[in-house]
Each structure stands twice: as C-alpha cells, then as structure tokens.
C-alpha cells in the first residue's frame, strides 16, 4: 500500500493509507452530496407548501362561490314552488269556472 503524508503547520506530517485517505473524501462527498440534496429537498418544500397554501386560497374561493351559487338555486327553488302552488290554485279556478259555465248553460237550456 502507498502512503500519504499531511502536515499542517503545527503537526509533523502524518502517513495516512490511500483508502483511509480515500475513505474520508468518499464520505465527505457524500455527506456533502446529502447536504445538498436536502437543501433542494427544502427549496422543494418551500415550493410545495407555496403550491399548498395557494391551492388552499382557490378551495376556499370556490367554497364561497358554491356557497353562493346554492343559496341562489335555493332561492330560485322556493320560487318555483311559489309559482307551482300558484299554478295549481290557478288550475283549481279554472275548473270550478268551467263547471260553472257548465251549470249556468244546463240552467239555460233548460
């Protein structure tokens, strides 16, 4: 196995094995890559939870306009039935003149 040798300014050089040598840096890479890919993880979040929040706004807006739209076809419902009994009461008279004209033309033929 080869040797590399490390010095820093305060320390006499040290022999480190190339695979430990290599070891370290591997392991610095890929912590360094996990630091990274977590940092894109966040900037992800940060956009999904923008995603969130917005798509939360739009839900709550077409809550409103629901809301809305069902009490005007409730409105609109109960006009219906209005105009429905009126129609019936309507259709009521009609018959009872009819069997009026009826009774006043037997009571004129005779």
Do not use: C, W
């Not at 629901?66 to 209005?82: F, R, Y």
């Amino acid at each position: 196995m080869s040797r590399s040798s490390i010095s820093s300014s305060r320390n006499p050089p040290i022999q480190i094995d190339d695979e430990l040598f290599e070891g370290y840096y591997k392991n610095l890479i890929r912590t360094l890559k996990q630091h990274v890919d977590s940092k894109e993880n966040s900037a992800e979040l940060i956009n999904l939870r923008k995603k969130v929040v917005e798509l939360e706004f739009l839900l709550s807006t077409e809550k409103s306009v629901v809301d809305k739209l069902e009490k005007k076809v409730k409105k609109e419902k109960d006009v219906v039935i209005m105009l429905n009994n009126k129609l019936e009461a309507s259709m009521q008279q009609n018959s009872m003149l009819k069997v009026l004209i009826v009774m006043i033309l037997l009571v004129v033929a005779l």
